[in-house]
């Protein structure tokens, strides 16, 4: 498969995951400058490595926001967030990652993450005993 290809089947996976609006949005925050990342984003990190078979895209995203909250990069993690619940991660899968981040890499690069999955699963994230 060639690199335009890649590209087009790695926009296609990334627009399913995070919607176009999101997407065309990132793609062009860095305007002409950031086109070349965007095109190296889409066609290996999404038409290439998201592509392959041996894990699915729901463990590929929580192995994502292990990774964006443990080394604190919570736009990311932000991101990665809508794409977990996109790609059908459930809300404890989530919060046990959370408490695996808070326990290895400490509390503080737990905390935002927590809220930042709060405000994206809304009142999803309230358990069904605390809803009123």
Aim: aromatic share 6%.
């Amino acid at each position: 498969m060639d690199v335009e290809e890649l590209s087009a089947r790695g926009l296609s996976l990334r627009q399913k995951f995070f919607g176009e609006a999101d997407v065309q949005k990132r793609m062009q925050a860095a305007g002409d400058f950031g086109a070349p990342l965007q095109h190296i984003i889409n066609a290996y990190v999404y038409g290439d490595v998201w592509s392959r078979d041996g894990i699915s895209n729901d463990v590929r995203s929580l192995v994502m926001l292990a990774m964006t909250a443990a080394t604190g990069r919570t736009a990311e993690f932000r991101v990665h967030a809508k794409g977990a619940k996109a790609n059908g991660c459930t809300l404890p899968q989530i919060q046990n990652v959370l408490l695996l981040i808070a326990m290895y890499c400490g509390i503080p690069a737990a905390i935002e993450p927590h809220q930042i999955v709060a405000e994206i699963f809304g009142s999803d994230a309230i358990q069904p005993e605390e809803k009123k």
